[in-house]
Nanobody
């Protein structure tokens, strides 16, 4: 059973950088055929896909966030991370990490989510 756990600050000031980490257990983030994603949900809005880092380290970003977002991973810790620069109150959201199955083209496992609030 794959489990994902998000961690990071609950409160960030505007213009600062938000850093979140997802710790994965039950499978390796280098396992063939999977991507490791970040998704967020602002209050009162739908889910927004932010980006993915693949099992081979390749990355893809939502074009609307590409300039500000950066994905990385630490294979020795089985973790992957999101960095979002120059945050504003519009970046306030619940942030989720999730495992994406390339064959099924579906999100297979989700973290519980972590609330991030950006103060103005």
């Amino acid at each position: 059973q794959v489990q994902l756990l998000e961690s990071g600050p609950g409160l960030v000031n505007s213009s600062q950088t938000l850093s979140l980490t997802c710790t994965v257990s039950g499978d390796s983030i280098t396992a063939n055929g999977y991507g490791w994603s970040w998704i967020r949900q602002p209050p009162g809005k739908g889910l927004e896909y932010m980006g993915v880092i693949g099992f081979d380290g390749t990355t893809y970003y939502n074009p609307s966030l590409k300039i500000r977002a950066s994905l990385s991973r630490d294979t020795s810790k089985n973790q992957f991370s999101l960095q979002l620069d120059s945050v504003t109150p519009e970046d306030t959201a619940v942030y989720y990490c999730a495992r994406f199955g390339q064959q099924s083209t579906a999100f297979l496992d989700w973290g519980q989510g972590t609330q991030v609030t950006v103060s103005s």
